[in-house]
């Protein structure tokens, strides 16, 4: 079992930072791989970036591609998101997920069986 801890989010003002982070309960992770996804108020969960754990190639949503990046600490079974010139388009509830094995295509959520509580990100115009 994977528990997921997000932590980071907050309110910033349009072109700010944050940086969120993911915490897992255990120690080393054995799966495939991480991700970040988003959930805005009336609307679907999105894929937003992905890591490969064996490896560590990233993948990202074209929305977010060039202002966003993970990245992970091996050691600590930790993930990042660096989220950079934010708009108020980015504001939601950011949710970690950690995949055991591909079973649909890394952007996809049914990849993903371990789910964090979310962090709220408000970005302000």
């Known amino acids: 079992q994977e528990q997921l801890v997000e932590s980071g989010g907050g309110l910033v003002q349009a072109g700010g930072s944050l940086r969120l982070s993911c915490a897992a309960s255990?120690?080393?992770?054995?799966?495939?791989?991480k991700g970040w996804f988003r959930q805005a108020p009336g609307k679907e969960r999105e894929f937003v970036a992905a890591?490969?754990?064996?490896?560590?190639?990233?993948f990202y949503a074209d929305v977010v591609k060039g202002r966003f990046t993970i990245s992970r600490d091996n050691a600590k079974n930790t993930v990042y998101l660096q989220m950079n010139k934010l708009k108020p388009e980015d504001t939601a509830v950011y949710y970690c997920?950690?995949?055991?094995?591909?079973?649909?295509?890394?952007?996809?959520?049914?990849?993903?069986?371990?789910w964090g509580q979310g962090t709220q990100v408000t970005v302000s115009s």
């Open positions: 997920a950690a995949a055991s094995n591909l079973i649909a295509t890394i952007s996809n959520r049914n990849t993903y069986n371990y």
């Open positions: 255990r120690r080393t992770f054995s799966g495939y791989a």
């Open positions: 890591i490969r754990w064996s490896g560590g190639s990233t």
